[in-house]
């Protein structure tokens, strides 16, 4: 039998911000590979802040995060870039598309730090539009999409890069029930060829249907 690897683990991992504000109070945690992974918890206990520490948006205060098998405190900004091209894939509640960009050049922006030629990049991100269901959407921009289109935009703009990770910070939270369902039904397809995703929601009936849910309380892990 393999043994299962970690492709994230955090160590006693905390954030603090000036004035007293303790996010993170020491989360030990370690998701492996293939993993879908479910974090809940009231609005403010930290869930957001650990999930950008795991993409490497932020940095803990204290504590070690390993990354794909890398310590990425160890790493300089460049590595960080390198891995998180690499390895790395972020879905946000809004979107965050730029709105005078067309689907196709949105998610083709998901490459523009992995060394990847415009013409392919162009070629790539029509695949990646095709495969979450918009191949007919492909030049509208965001304006002209509904938000569960523009969620579906921007998961293929994560998932261009093949990342090992996809970390989304509650993807259905600005969309409808119907909208919703068609992404969560999204992350699982992904999940079942092999990504490794955490996923942040405030919905139940999504967090129960996901094989593992971590609970945050006070920027602690509690179950
Ligand atoms: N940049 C920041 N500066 C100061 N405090 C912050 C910052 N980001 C988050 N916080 C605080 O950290 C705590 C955890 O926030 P967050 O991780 O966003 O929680 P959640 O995602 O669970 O709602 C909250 O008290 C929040 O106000
Ligand atoms: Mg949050």
Redesign the pocket.
């Given at each position: 039998m393999s043994t299962p690897t970690p492709v994230i683990r955090l160590r006693r991992a905390t954030?603090s911000?000036?004035?007293g504000?303790h996010?993170l109070r020491g989360v030990d945690l370690t998701v492996h590979a293939g993993e879908l992974l479910a974090i809940v918890?009231?609005?403010?206990?930290?869930?957001?802040?650990?999930?950008?520490i795991i993409g490497t948006l932020d940095k803990p205060t204290s504590g070690t995060v390993e990354v794909a098998g890398h310590d990425v405190g160890r790493l300089s900004d460049a590595q960080l870039s390198a891995l998180r091209a690499r390895h790395i894939g972020f879905v946000f509640q809004h979107f965050h598309l730029a709105p005078a960009r067309t689907a196709v050049e949105n998610v083709a922006d998901g490459l523009l730090y992995a060394g990847v030629g415009a013409r392919e990049r162009g070629a790539r991100a029509r695949g990646a539009l095709e495969r979450v269901g918009l191949g007919h959407r492909l030049t509208h921009t965001p304006n002209e999409l509904s938000g569960g289109e523009k969620q579906r935009v921007a998961i293929a703009r994560a998932l261009i890069g093949d990342p090992t990770i996809l970390l989304a910070?509650e993807p259905t939270g600005a969309l409808d029930t119907a909208s919703g369902r068609v992404v969560m039904d999204l992350l699982h397809e992904l999940h079942a060829t092999g990504t490794t995703i955490c996923v942040?929601t405030h919905d139940h009936d999504i967090a129960d249907a996901l094989p593992r849910r971590i609970r945050?309380r006070d920027?602690e892990v509690v179950s």
């Open positions: 954030k911000y000036e004035g504000v996010a918890g009231p609005s403010g206990s930290g869930k957001s802040t650990m999930l950008n910070d942040i945050f920027g």
